[in-house]
């Protein structure tokens, strides 16, 4: 199964806004001491016509669209006060003001208006107020609410268009859902493969592809309030790979939709396999699906569960694709290789190590595959065990457990600290992070050992790579007692956080066959396009892929 609980997702969203509407009347009411003595209240509207899953907190906006595109914040004062309202776009660490106003208002109720440019990033933005008054000073949204039940904060939802589907994969031909909310009389439905076709454009918020099918145009009069979702289907000749929907209004206002085709059958079309890391990309999503103004994820404060079929806020692409994820998939199209693509739900799906050795040979792990359930731990350790072979070209994978309910992801504990470091796994584990603000190259300190990685380049023992690209880093792995006994340390940036904190990359094997390789930072895909790198992953593939042990028998 893959979660076929699309209609019933759907209505406990839609439950949830009117608990929120319900709760916000009654948190205002509760809410005297949090606002402060100055204020009586406070709210939001759209000046026009009210979208679904609008109340007193939050209100969405259209910009662009005639008559729906401004928010009219309402501050209603017991006191006299010098009022500060800012609209503010949460973020992981630094979150970013998009509009402020300041005004010194009397007693009574005032209304505010913003009006957001069309470039403004969509998504939901919290109405921080800041009241001045004799010297004191009270400020309302400052941090995410305990529930949103108990927001004070209005919020305002810039609406540009939204795009998902109702699971993470499917197979060519089958319906697929795709729940869509945008303001326009007309839409166009394009289809795209990525990584095949034009280059990307270095937008952050854009995916790119080879156009499949001819684009579809669709009628959406009478259905521009509310999310609506559609059936739409893939090609039944498109091969497994990772697609996105591309949905556009007449005026270019667009929002993208990722999805996974994978074969019917897992192995049909190859014995490898890339595995996409979906979890991750959803654990940093700040897409706010319960309208308190703040992502819905822990990396935006307390511990609130990950809703996976949820748009992605940035025009509905998965966090930093572009620098992390894009890359490979393009080295795979200029090279020629045609893996099958999986998405973590696919990996739930199989239910042993032995069953995916029988129908693999070699994994690959391209991105940050951060979070993962128990589940796939065992598979893909089960895997390695029986001779599997692995390839991780990130950093910081393995690292939390996570457990799946529902379609909902919650964050458990560390790896390590139940008894199961991902070195163990991986060959090295995860160090350290500075945001990327040190970047460092890398030195080859193990070409003797593995002389096939280097095969072409001239790189030996000494060697450094990556400053073309500016280094390496952001997160860096490295080897520790845990690491299996003879993981070579291949090459390393050193000291990036501090002494002794290296970025390290290492290879190990087994006896069983297996081979294991973990680039071991963060952005090390940023430069598979670009000399030597590239060759060197021509190297590992090639390697990967030989000599390959025959899997364990069917039971």
Not at 157 to 175: D, K, T
Not at 525 to 544: A, E, F, Q
Request: hydrophobic share 40%; with cysteine; net charge positive.
């Amino acid at each position: 199964m893959h979660g076929r609980l699309t209609r019933r997702r759907f209505l406990a969203a839609g439950a949830a806004a009117v608990a929120a509407a319900t709760g916000a009347t009654a948190g205002l009411a509760r809410a005297g001491a949090r606002l402060g003595p100055a204020v009586g209240g406070l709210a939001v509207r759209n000046a026009g016509r009210r979208y679904a899953g609008d109340h007193l907190l939050f209100a969405t906006v259209s910009p662009g669209v005639p008559g729906r595109d401004t928010a009219r914040i309402a501050v209603t004062l017991r006191r006299a006060a010098t009022v500060t309202v800012e609209a503010v776009r949460t973020a992981p660490r630094q979150s970013k003001v998009a509009w402020s106003t300041r005004r010194t208002l009397p007693v009574g109720r005032h209304e505010l208006a913003w009006t957001p440019e069309p470039e403004t990033p969509v998504g939901s933005y919290v109405m921080r107020t800041t009241l001045e008054r004799g010297g004191a000073r009270t400020v309302i949204g400052r941090r995410r609410p305990p529930s949103p039940q108990l927001a004070v904060a209005p919020v305002t939802r810039v609406l540009g268009v939204e795009a998902a589907f109702a699971e993470r994969s499917y197979i060519a031909g089958e319906g697929m859902a795709l729940r869509i909310f945008a303001d326009a009389p007309r839409l166009t439905l394009t289809f795209l493969r990525v990584g095949h076709g034009p280059d990307p454009t270095g937008r952050a918020d854009e995916m790119t592809g080879l156009q499949m099918g001819e684009p579809v145009s669709m009628d959406w009069t009478g259905k521009r309030t509310a999310p609506r979702t559609v059936s739409v289907q893939a090609g039944l000749s498109w091969p497994p790979g990772l697609y996105v929907a591309r949905v556009e209004t007449d005026d270019g206002r667009i929002g993208f939709a990722p999805f996974v085709l994978r074969p019917a059958t897992l192995g049909a079309t190859g014995r490898i396999a890339v595995v996409l890391p979906t979890n991750t990309w959803q654990a940093y999503n700040f897409y706010d699906a319960d309208g308190d103004g703040w992502g819905d994820t822990w990396y935006a404060g307390g511990a609130p569960p990950v809703v996976l079929d949820r748009p992605y806020r940035d025009r509905g692409v998965p966090p930093r694709f572009g620098r992390y994820d894009f890359p490979f998939l393009r080295w795979l199209e200029k090279r020629g290789h045609a893996p099958e693509v999986l998405t973590e739900d696919d990996l739930e799906q199989v239910p042993d190590g032995a069953a995916l050795r029988r129908t693999y040979d070699l994994l690959v792990f391209p991105g940050h595959t951060e979070y993962v359930t128990e589940h796939e731990y065992d598979v893909v350790e089960g895997f390695r065990d029986l001779g599997g072979r692995l390839i991780f070209l990130s950093a910081n994978n393995f690292f939390w457990k996570v457990e799946r309910a529902g379609g909902e992801l919650r964050r458990i504990k560390l790896w390590r600290d139940l008894g199961r470091p991902e070195a163990g796994l991986l060959g090295v584990q995860y160090r350290g992070n500075d945001d990327g603000s040190r970047q460092g190259v890398y030195y080859v300190v193990g070409a003797d050992r593995v002389p096939w990685l280097f095969q072409g380049t001239r790189i030996e023992n000494g060697s450094s790579f990556g400053e073309f690209v500016g280094g390496y880093g952001i997160e860096i792995d490295g080897i520790t007692n845990d690491s299996p006994e003879g993981t070579v340390l291949v090459a390393l940036v050193p000291s990036l956080l501090g002494p002794g904190l290296h970025g390290e990359m290492a290879y190990y094997e087994t006896r069983r066959g297996a081979r294991v390789f973990s680039a071991g930072t963060l952005d090390f895909c940023t430069s598979l396009l670009t000399w030597p790198v590239g060759r060197m992953l021509d190297n590992l593939w090639r390697h990967m892929t030989s000599d390959v042990p025959p899997p364990p028998p069917a039971a």
